[in-house]
């Protein structure tokens, strides 16, 4: 449904409050009042059939008798009643409301059938209402008036909502909106990320999230929101592996064994680009410090401390988040000890004494804000009755407003520091209770900066050896299907992986102990054999699995051992027979676990980690979400030990990363190409100097529908790849970009003229840096498409000629396009062939209109769209004029 009437929920004109009353303490009474008390300049109207006037306002009997038509309507009224005032709001042609009271599911799927009806959005119910202190609206039942600011927070929970304004109120932490989202029954975290990623004055969104409902648009406009600005949430209902819960990884008890529900979620945030934190103070700590810090090069924090133990406190606890207190460089060192005398240790943290002055805070901030290797400061102090806490504050405060270095504070004490770091709080320079307090919220600076480059990273091309065959995956899984196989035997898995490029043990099957001595013999000793079983998948838990086989006699005792005790332990389970492989000595492979699930709400994941019994034992698993490049695949292994296994140590040479990075992206490939694969493992898959080799695997199968939302992020579009022939011949592929087309694309922009640059980007640019460039090649494919041209060079190599964007608002229903070919192309016929490409994408995915701002000037590109049938109007600049196309 659209998010344009969000405009009306929170910017309305007319408000009308449905239930008011003058009951005091009852909530129809308290949104009243707080609509007034906030200075709400627009109309208020109160409905109320037995009662004349509210809160000094006439009230009205009904939704028809109100003098105009709201834009907002706040429900106060029981739940019964909601659906039918849903449908009257909508017949009177309100298009938001706002649900306070809470509905049971039948009310809840009326009210939802009665504001589809009338393109209504309601938020609620449950809810605590809304606050947006810059336009003077408080539509809530709270106690407590946020303050204006740059923060968006959205929360599922009321209380968390009531001690969010709590605790902001005294820190004069502010609000661009404040929303409580209720039962989200309607309005989501998706709408609200999609209007707060694009409103001017939020400048952080913060979330509490209980459970979510929705993926697929949750992570498009988590991902489009985190592009602009910092994203942070609190996700609350961690669980321990094992259980399930809503908006958690209720996966198949096969998988859920091994995995952390809650990592499933975390793996989702982090590919979003939304930063996780643990409480609602790390929430606003961490915000205190990314709204107003400068972006950070690295992560060098220095300690300052009139105490040697607040510094060592510090220390710990950066030490516990995985990083370290940098050594100063040589210059800052023997400029501090200039400073700080002879008998300073030249160590950081830097211990500027007990007694030390504002003028000597105020020198040391100066000196470390003048080293290009730090990149923040932790300056704290502990109250001494040598020197003022307050001069100091007001020293550091002076320091950062010359200098603009990221600072971060800690006064530490209780009433005597209180009006000190007032001071900062009105300064706007962050400030904490602890040094770890302030040492967590440098972390999340840092992990930030992680979010953002994994969002604009630049992933290197996939290795020419990855060309997938997911025609023979398939049928594969098809035969199975039709055979009424819900696992796909040994045989079949190799075939599967074989089809995607990944290495496989050559594996024979034995009908019985006698032919599985006779396959030995044949293969060559010493062989290893696995009892094969629908029913079994943890086969050494039977005693299913015998290594190193030397002899005929061997392998067939090793055969009747298995058979007697899966009849022992297992005699539900059917055996049909024995895998039997020649092993291949790697005395330095290491074992590996790669594996994928379904989430129910997430869709397909992708698994890592330690292979072998470890894989339950230890259950070090990292959980990633399809699609995987190289440097997605490369930090999903970062989180495991297993990371560390792969490395050189003593004589035992590393194993090849690349090789356990592509087959993961082999994996999260097959996966996407193939929906009727539910859940699958390679256990173990042999890591070595050499490469991988999976021994062992396991897929299991269903019949699948047709979903393209069946990934949470949608994977690259093979199929609108096209060639083309241009009128000179010249063969042409038109296809989607991708993130591996920066470098061309860099090459590309180069080759343009000064004119053609200034045409598409309104203003002459040499070159576009890696951030700008990477929001270009690094797209979100449902709500954004960009078609290049691409064609051999003249070295052989494959270089850009045209691009073709557009970006669909999220409503879908429209899109703004921009287009550029090379200039020496024109006359081809490639910006014809673009458009009409453009233009059939655009109706495919069911959007009304195209529109672009044309430079009046640019002749060319309006005598080409005028072709095409554009309406060219004026625009909102002088000199730009606004062409649109009606596609549906």
């Given at each position: 449904?659209?998010?344009?009437?969000?405009?009306?929920?929170?910017?309305?004109?007319?408000?009308?409050?449905?239930?008011?009353?003058?009951?005091?303490?009852?909530?129809?009474?308290?949104?009243?009042?707080?609509?007034?008390?906030?200075?709400?300049?627009?109309?208020?109207?109160?409905?109320?059939?037995?009662?004349?006037?509210?809160?000094?306002?006439?009230?009205?009997?009904?939704?028809?008798?109100?003098?105009?038509?709201?834009?907002?309507?706040?429900?106060?009224?029981?739940?019964?009643?909601?659906?039918?005032?849903?449908?009257?709001?909508?017949?009177?042609?309100?298009?938001?409301?706002?649900?306070?009271?809470?509905?049971?599911?039948?009310?809840?799927?009326?009210?939802?059938?009665?504001?589809?009806?009338?393109?209504?959005?309601?938020?609620?119910?449950?809810?605590?209402?809304?606050?947006?202190?810059?336009?003077?609206?408080?539509?809530?039942?709270?106690?407590?008036?946020?303050?204006?600011?740059?923060?968006?927070?959205?929360?599922?929970?009321?209380?968390?909502?009531?001690?969010?304004?709590?605790?902001?109120?005294?820190?004069?932490?502010?609000?661009?909106?404040?929303?409580?989202?209720?039962?989200?029954?309607?309005?989501?975290?998706?709408?609200?990320?999609?209007?707060?990623?694009?409103?001017?004055?939020?400048?952080?969104?913060?979330?509490?999230?209980?459970?979510?409902?929705?993926?697929?648009?949750?992570?498009?406009?988590?991902?489009?929101?985190?592009?602009?600005?910092?994203?942070?949430?609190?996700?609350?209902?961690?669980?321990?592996?094992?259980?399930?819960?809503?908006?958690?990884?209720?996966?198949?008890?096969?998988?859920?064994?091994?995995?952390?529900?809650?990592?499933?979620?975390?793996?989702?945030?982090?590919?979003?680009?939304?930063?996780?934190?643990?409480?609602?103070?790390?929430?606003?700590?961490?915000?205190?410090?990314?709204?107003?810090?400068?972006?950070?090069?690295?992560?060098?924090?220095?300690?300052?401390?009139?105490?040697?133990?607040?510094?060592?406190?510090?220390?710990?606890?950066?030490?516990?988040?995985?990083?370290?207190?940098?050594?100063?460089?040589?210059?800052?060192?023997?400029?501090?000890?200039?400073?700080?005398?002879?008998?300073?240790?030249?160590?950081?943290?830097?211990?500027?004494?007990?007694?030390?002055?504002?003028?000597?805070?105020?020198?040391?901030?100066?000196?470390?804000?003048?080293?290009e290797e730090v990149d923040a400061i932790l300056a704290m102090h502990t109250p001494t009755t040598l020197t003022s806490s307050t001069e100091a504050a007001m020293a550091v405060i002076r320091t950062v407003r010359q200098h603009g270095t990221n600072v971060l504070t800690c006064w530490i004490g209780g009433d005597t520091v209180a009006s000190d770091r007032k001071l900062f709080v009105d300064a706007g320079v962050p400030t904490f209770d602890t040094p770890a307090d302030a040492v967590r919220a440098f972390l999340h600076m840092v992990n930030y900066r992680h979010r953002q480059e994994s969002l604009m990273q630049t992933p290197p091309s996939i290795?020419?050896?990855?060309?997938?065959?997911?025609?023979?995956?398939?049928?594969?899984?098809?035969?199975?299907?039709?055979?009424?196989?819900?696992?796909?035997?040994?045989?079949?898995?190799?075939?599967?992986?074989?089809?995607?490029?990944?290495?496989?043990?050559?594996?024979?099957?034995?009908?019985?102990?006698?032919?599985?001595?006779?396959?030995?013999?044949?293969?060559?000793?010493?062989?290893?054999?696995?009892?094969?079983?629908?029913?079994?998948?943890?086969?050494?838990?039977?005693?299913?699995?015998?290594?190193?086989?030397?002899?005929?006699?061997?392998?067939?005792?090793?055969?009747?051992?298995?058979?007697?005790?899966?009849?022992?332990?297992?005699?539900?389970?059917?055996?049909?027979?024995?895998?039997?492989?020649?092993?291949?000595?790697?005395?330095?492979?290491?074992?590996?676990?790669?594996?994928?699930?379904?989430?129910?709400?997430?869709?397909?994941?992708?698994?890592?980690?330690?292979?072998?019994?470890?894989?339950?034992?230890?259950?070090?698993?990292?959980?990633?979400?399809?699609?995987?490049?190289?440097?997605?695949?490369?930090?999903?292994?970062?989180?495991?030990?297993?990371?560390?296994?792969?490395?050189?140590?003593?004589?035992?040479?590393?194993?090849?990363?690349?090789?356990?990075?592509?087959?993961?992206?082999?994996?999260?490939?097959?996966?996407?190409?193939?929906?009727?694969?539910?859940?699958?493992?390679?256990?173990?898959?042999?890591?070595?100097?050499?490469?991988?080799?999976?021994?062992?695997?396991?897929?299991?199968?269903?019949?699948?529908?047709?979903?393209?939302?069946?990934?949470?992020?949608?994977?690259?579009?093979?199929?609108?790849?096209?060639?083309?022939?241009?009128?000179?011949?010249?063969?042409?592929?038109?296809?989607?970009?991708?993130?591996?087309?920066?470098?061309?694309?860099?090459?590309?922009?180069?080759?343009?003229?000064?004119?053609?640059?200034?045409?598409?980007?309104?203003?002459?640019?040499?070159?576009?840096?890696?951030?700008?460039?990477?929001?270009?090649?690094?797209?979100?494919?449902?709500?954004?498409?960009?078609?290049?041209?691409?064609?051999?060079?003249?070295?052989?190599?494959?270089?850009?000629?045209?691009?073709?964007?557009?970006?669909?608002?999220?409503?879908?229903?429209?899109?703004?396009?921009?287009?550029?070919?090379?200039?020496?192309?024109?006359?081809?016929?490639?910006?014809?062939?673009?458009?009409?490409?453009?233009?059939?994408?655009?109706?495919?995915?069911?959007?009304?209109?195209?529109?672009?701002?044309?430079?009046?000037?640019?002749?060319?590109?309006?005598?080409?769209?005028?072709?095409?049938?554009?309406?060219?109007?004026?625009?909102?600049?002088?000199?730009?004029?606004?062409?649109?196309?009606?596609?549906?």
């Open positions: 449904m659209s998010i344009s009437y969000l405009q009306r929920l929170f910017r309305p004109r007319s408000i009308a409050v449905v239930g008011a009353t003058n009951r005091p303490q009852s909530v129809g009474n308290v949104v009243m009042r707080n609509l007034q008390a906030g200075g709400f300049e627009g109309a208020i109207m109160p409905i109320n059939p037995r009662q004349d006037a509210v809160a000094g306002v006439l009230a009205y009997p009904d939704v028809f008798s109100l003098p105009r038509t709201p834009d907002l309507a706040v429900l106060c009224t029981p739940p019964e009643t909601v659906p039918d005032l849903i449908d009257e709001l909508g017949v009177r042609g309100t298009r938001a409301a706002l649900v306070i009271g809470g509905m049971d599911e039948a009310q809840q799927a009326r009210a939802l059938a009665a504001a589809a009806r009338h393109d209504l959005r309601f938020l609620g119910g449950r809810s605590l209402g809304i606050q947006v202190p810059p336009f003077r609206l408080n539509a809530s039942f709270s106690h407590v008036r946020a303050l204006p600011g740059p923060i968006g927070f959205v929360s599922q929970s009321d209380a968390v909502g009531t001690l969010v304004l709590d605790w902001a109120y005294p820190r004069r932490v502010g609000f661009s909106h404040f929303v409580s989202l209720g039962d989200a029954a309607d309005i989501g975290f998706g709408d609200m990320l999609d209007y707060l990623g694009s409103d001017p004055g939020t400048r952080a969104i913060l979330l509490y999230i209980e459970d979510l409902r929705e993926r697929r648009t949750f992570m498009a406009a988590a991902r489009a929101a985190a592009r602009n600005k910092p994203v942070l949430a609190v996700k609350a209902g961690r669980r321990p592996p094992g259980s399930g819960t809503a908006g958690f990884a209720e996966l198949s008890p096969d998988v859920l064994s091994l995995v952390d529900p809650d990592a499933v979620f975390d793996a989702a945030l982090q590919r979003a680009g939304i930063l996780r934190v643990r409480s609602i103070d790390e929430l606003f700590g961490a915000v205190e410090t990314l709204a107003r810090a400068r972006p950070m090069r690295g992560e060098g924090l220095v300690a300052v401390s009139n105490g040697g133990g607040t510094g060592t406190m510090a220390a710990d606890e950066l030490h516990a988040g995985g990083l370290a207190l940098p050594a100063l460089s040589e210059r800052t060192a023997a400029r501090l000890k200039a400073l700080l005398g002879p008998q300073w240790n030249g160590a950081n943290p830097i211990d500027v004494r007990v007694d030390a002055t504002a003028a000597r805070y105020a020198d040391v901030l100066k000196i470390l804000g003048e080293d290795p020419a050896e990855f060309h997938p065959d997911p025609d023979t995956a398939r049928r594969v899984v098809q035969r199975a299907l039709a055979a009424g196989q819900t696992y796909l035997n040994e045989p079949q898995v190799k075939e599967v992986l074989s089809a995607y490029g990944i290495p496989v043990v050559e594996t024979h099957i034995a009908t019985d102990p006698a032919h599985a001595r006779r396959l030995a013999v044949s293969i060559g000793f010493p062989v290893a054999m696995t009892v094969m079983s629908p029913d079994i998948r943890r086969k050494w838990d039977v005693g299913g699995v015998a290594l190193g086989l030397e002899t005929p006699g061997a392998v067939e005792a090793a055969a009747h051992g298995m058979l007697s005790r899966v009849r022992e332990k297992r005699p539900d389970a059917r055996v049909t027979g024995f895998s039997v492989q020649r092993m291949v000595p790697r005395g330095n492979a290491r074992q590996l676990f790669i594996g994928a699930a379904t989430d129910p709400l997430f869709g397909p994941i992708i698994l890592f980690g330690e292979g072998g019994r470890a894989a339950e034992l230890f259950r070090d698993l990292a959980v990633g979400l399809p699609p995987l490049n190289q440097p997605l695949a490369r930090e999903l292994v970062a989180r495991t030990r297993v990371a560390t296994l792969l490395k050189e140590h003593l004589n035992r040479p590393a194993a090849s990363l690349d090789a356990v990075c592509l087959t993961l992206m082999q994996v999260s490939q097959l996966v996407a190409d193939v929906p009727e694969l539910l859940e699958m493992d390679i256990n173990p898959l042999f890591a070595d100097e050499r490469g991988v080799t999976a021994v062992d695997a396991r897929m299991k199968i269903a019949a699948a529908k047709p979903d393209p939302h069946r990934l949470a992020i949608r994977p690259y579009p093979k199929w609108l790849e096209e060639t083309i022939l241009l009128r000179d011949g010249r063969a042409v592929l038109l296809r989607p970009i991708r993130p591996e087309d920066e470098p061309a694309h860099h090459v590309f922009i180069s080759k343009l003229t000064p004119e053609d640059v200034r045409f598409r980007f309104f203003h002459y640019k040499a070159s576009l840096p890696h951030s700008e460039m990477a929001r270009l090649t690094q797209i979100d494919y449902d709500r954004e498409m960009a078609f290049i041209a691409v064609a051999p060079g003249a070295d052989g190599e494959p270089e850009t000629l045209g691009v073709i964007r557009v970006v669909a608002d999220p409503d879908h229903q429209r899109a703004e396009f921009s287009m550029i070919t090379r200039s020496d192309l024109k006359g081809q016929g490639l910006g014809t062939r673009m458009m009409r490409k453009m233009m059939d994408h655009c109706r495919a995915n069911g959007l009304r209109e195209m529109t672009g701002d044309v430079l009046a000037e640019n002749k060319p590109m309006l005598s080409f769209l005028d072709r095409f049938g554009f309406t060219v109007g004026p625009g909102d600049e002088d000199g730009i004029l606004r062409a649109s196309y009606r596609l549906n």
